[in-house]
C-alpha cells in the first residue's frame, strides 16, 4: 500500500499521493532512489494506486485485489516492466513496448511501463523512446529508474518528471522544515511601493539569469549583479529576497502553498532542481548573505556564489548541524 510509506518516504508520498488526488498525473516520472532498498516497492505500491479499479471507487488504498495480485505476478496487461538484456536496454526492447502500448488499455483506464536502470538506455535505446516519453499515447504513464541521476541521459531527465529517494528523508524532511522555520522576513515584502518591486525584480532576474544560463554566464551575472546592488545594505537585502525565493520554490515542490511569490512563474526552477539541490540552494544562498556582512570583498563572494549555485551541490558541514 502506498500509505505504508508514508512516514519513511515523506516527501515522495506527499508529491505521489497529492497528484493521484488532484488528477495531476505527469506522464512520466524518472525515480532517483539513491540505492534506496524499499524505491521499487513503494513505485510498484504507486503503480497499483493507479491501476487497482478499488482504489477510485472505495477511495481505499487495496494492494490485494486480483489486479493488484497480478500487478505483483507481472501478468497485469496494462503494465509492462523493462530492464537491461545484457548490459544495456535495446532498442528492440522498446520498440515492442511502443507496439504494445499504441493500443487501448482494456484491464485499466490507464497503461504504465516500467523501466529499470534507466542509467543503462544508451545512445540508440535512448532515442528511440525520447518522443514516445515526450508525447506518449493518451492515458499512457513512464515510470523511469534509476540510482543515481547523473548516470541518466540528459535528453531523458529533461522530459522527466524527477523524484528522488533519500536514504533518510525523514530526517530530511525534519530538517527542510526547521531550517524554512529559522527564516524570517527581514522587511515588508507586501509593502506597495514600485521602488521595492523594481528591487525584488532585479534579484529574481539575477537568479533566474543563473539559473538558465549557468556557468558561461559568471561575468554576465556578475556584473548584472555589481550594476543593481552597490552598497552593502543592498546586497543584503538583495540575498534576503533570494532565501525567500528558494524557501518558496521549496514550498512548492513539497507541495505546500508558496508565501511570496505567487506572481511569479517558479516552475522550471522547481522543476530542474531536485528538492536536495533547491535546498543545498538555500542553504548557500544563507552562507554567503553571513559573508558578506563580515566580509569586504564581495566581489569574490559573489563569483563563488553563482559557482556554488550553478553546482548546487555544496554543504557546508556546519551550517547544517547549526540550525
Ligand atoms: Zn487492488
Same mark, same amino acid.
Given at each position: 500500500? $502506498?500509505?505504508?510509506? =508514508?512516514?519513511?518516504?515523506?516527501?515522495?508520498?506527499?508529491?505521489?499521493?497529492?497528484?493521484?488526488?488532484?488528477?495531476?498525473?505527469?506522464?512520466?516520472?524518472?525515480?532517483?532512489?539513491?540505492?534506496?532498498?524499499?524505491?521499487?516497492?513503494?513505485?510498484?505500491?504507486?503503480?497499483?494506486?493507479?491501476? +487497482? /479499479?478499488?482504489?477510485?471507487?472505495?477511495?481505499?488504498? +487495496?494492494?490485494? +485485489?486480483?489486479?493488484?495480485?497480478?500487478?505483483?505476478? &507481472?501478468?497485469?496487461?496494462?503494465?509492462?516492466?523493462?530492464?537491461?538484456?545484457? %548490459?544495456?536496454?535495446? =532498442?528492440?526492447? $522498446?520498440e515492442e513496448l511502443q507496439q504494445e502500448f499504441?493500443?487501448?488499455?482494456?484491464?485499466?483506464?490507464?497503461?504504465?511501463?516500467?523501466?529499470?536502470?534507466?542509467?543503462?538506455?544508451?545512445?540508440? *535505446?535512448?532515442?528511440?523512446?525520447?518522443?514516445?516519453?515526450?508525447? /506518449?499515447?493518451?492515458?499512457?504513464?513512464?515510470?523511469? !529508474?534509476?540510482?543515481? %541521476?547523473?548516470?541518466?541521459?540528459?535528453?531523458?531527465?529533461?522530459? +522527466?518528471?524527477? !523524484?528522488?529517494?533519500?536514504?533518510?528523508?525523514?530526517?530530511?524532511?525534519?530538517?527542510?522544515?526547521?531550517?524554512?522555520?529559522?527564516?524570517?522576513? /527581514?522587511?515588508?515584502?507586501?509593502?506597495?511601493?514600485?521602488? %521595492?518591486?523594481?528591487?525584488?525584480?532585479?534579484?529574481?532576474?539575477?537568479?533566474?539569469?543563473?539559473?538558465?544560463?549557468?556557468?558561461?554566464?559568471?561575468?554576465?551575472?556578475?556584473? $548584472?549583479?555589481?550594476?543593481i546592488f552597490k552598497e552593502k545594505n543592498e546586497?543584503?537585502?538583495?540575498?534576503?529576497?533570494?532565501?525567500?525565493?528558494?524557501?518558496?520554490?521549496?514550498?512548492? =515542490?513539497?507541495?505546500?502553498?508558496?508565501?511570496?511569490?505567487?506572481?511569479?512563474?517558479?516552475?522550471?526552477?522547481?522543476?530542474?532542481?531536485? $528538492?536536495?539541490?533547491?535546498?543545498?540552494?538555500?542553504?548557500? *544562498? !544563507?552562507?554567503?548573505?553571513?559573508?558578506?556582512?563580515?566580509?569586504?570583498?564581495?566581489?569574490?563572494?559573489?563569483?563563488?556564489?553563482? !559557482?556554488?549555485?550553478?553546482?548546487?551541490?555544496?554543504?557546508?558541514?556546519?551550517?547544517?548541524? &547549526?540550525?
Amino acid at each position: 500500500m $502506498l500509505d505504508d510509506y =508514508k512516514e519513511e518516504q515523506k516527501i515522495v508520498y506527499q508529491i505521489l499521493k497529492n497528484a493521484i488526488k488532484k488528477d495531476r498525473l505527469s506522464h512520466a516520472y524518472l525515480f532517483e532512489t539513491k540505492g534506496n532498498k524499499n524505491a521499487y516497492n513503494m513505485i510498484i505500491a504507486f503503480v497499483k494506486y493507479i491501476l +487497482c /479499479p478499488y482504489n477510485k471507487t472505495l477511495k481505499t488504498d +487495496c494492494g490485494k +485485489c486480483t489486479q493488484c495480485e497480478k500487478i505483483d505476478k &507481472n501478468i497485469f496487461s496494462e503494465l509492462k516492466i523493462i530492464e537491461p538484456d545484457g %548490459l544495456w536496454i535495446k =532498442k528492440e526492447q $522498446l520498440e515492442e513496448l511502443q507496439q504494445e502500448f499504441s493500443y487501448k488499455a482494456v484491464e485499466a483506464n490507464k497503461k504504465i511501463y516500467i523501466i529499470k536502470n534507466a542509467d543503462r538506455l544508451n545512445e540508440s *535505446s535512448a532515442n528511440s523512446i525520447l518522443k514516445f516519453i515526450e508525447e /506518449p499515447e493518451a492515458n499512457v504513464i513512464a515510470l523511469l !529508474i534509476a540510482d543515481n %541521476l547523473y548516470q541518466v541521459k540528459d535528453t531523458i531527465i529533461s522530459r +522527466c518528471q524527477i !523524484i528522488n529517494f533519500n536514504k533518510n528523508q525523514n530526517n530530511e524532511l525534519d530538517y527542510i522544515q526547521k531550517l524554512q522555520d529559522t527564516i524570517k522576513i /527581514p522587511f515588508d515584502i507586501t509593502e506597495d511601493t514600485d521602488l %521595492l518591486k523594481e528591487k525584488i525584480q532585479n534579484v529574481i532576474t539575477f537568479i533566474n539569469t543563473i539559473e538558465n544560463k549557468k556557468l558561461d554566464s559568471i561575468i554576465y551575472t556578475n556584473k $548584472l549583479f555589481h550594476s543593481i546592488f552597490k552598497e552593502k545594505n543592498e546586497i543584503i537585502f538583495a540575498f534576503d529576497i533570494i532565501i525567500l525565493y528558494y524557501k518558496d520554490i521549496i514550498n512548492e =515542490k513539497i507541495n505546500q502553498k508558496k508565501e511570496f511569490f505567487n506572481n511569479y512563474d517558479t516552475d522550471d526552477i522547481k522543476n530542474n532542481n531536485t $528538492l536536495e539541490t533547491l535546498n543545498n540552494k538555500l542553504l548557500i *544562498s !544563507i552562507d554567503t548573505k553571513d559573508k558578506i556582512n563580515y566580509n569586504a570583498n564581495t566581489n569574490l563572494l559573489i563569483d563563488k556564489y553563482i !559557482i556554488d549555485i550553478v553546482r548546487g551541490d555544496k554543504v557546508e558541514e556546519d551550517s547544517w548541524s &547549526n540550525i
